[in-house]
């Protein structure tokens, strides 16, 4: 019964359906190629701002800065300040300090590159 069936359609029917069959997979294919595309070119751009000029000195002076916030508090802990707190305080700075270093491209220079080569592991305080 079906190979009578199939038997019994045109090669004008068939040639439709195959066109029809082959135009819905290039649709398809198009659609899931549109949004590959767009998720390589979102990585693209991702990419580009992260290792881009202005990012890269933000985090250089961000890192400097939060080294001088540890040096203040070194200081406060001399002159009679609360360890606990300092010590939490100095930790999430450490922590901080690092994951931005972790995503420089290049080494900071002098005595911010000791502090990080000295105080930092992967991203991570020691």
């Known amino acids: 019964m079906f ?3 199939i038997k019994g359609i ?3 029917a068939w040639v439709g359906l195959i066109t029809l069959a082959m135009l ?3 649709i398809i294919g198009g659609w899931k ?3 590959w595309f767009a998720q390589h070119n979102a990585d693209n751009q991702a990419h580009v701002i992260q290792h881009g000029y202005a990012n890269q000195s933000s985090l250089q002076t961000e890192i400097t800065a939060d080294i001088s916030k540890i040096d203040d508090l070194n200081l406060e802990y001399t002159n009679g300040g609360n360890y606990a707190d300092i010590a939490n305080t100095e930790h999430h700075l450490l922590n901080v300090i690092c994951g931005d270093a972790n995503m420089l491209d290049a080494p900071m220079p002098n005595d911010e590159g ?3 080569t000295a105080h930092c592991v992967d991203g991570h305080a020691k």
Do not use: E
Request: hydrophobic share 80%; aromatic share 20%.
């Open 114 to 116: 000791t502090f990080i």
């Open 24 to 26: 819905a997979a290039l």
């Open 10 to 12: 045109s090669i004008a």
């Open 33 to 35: 190629a549109h949004w």
């Open 3 to 5: 190979i009578a069936f």
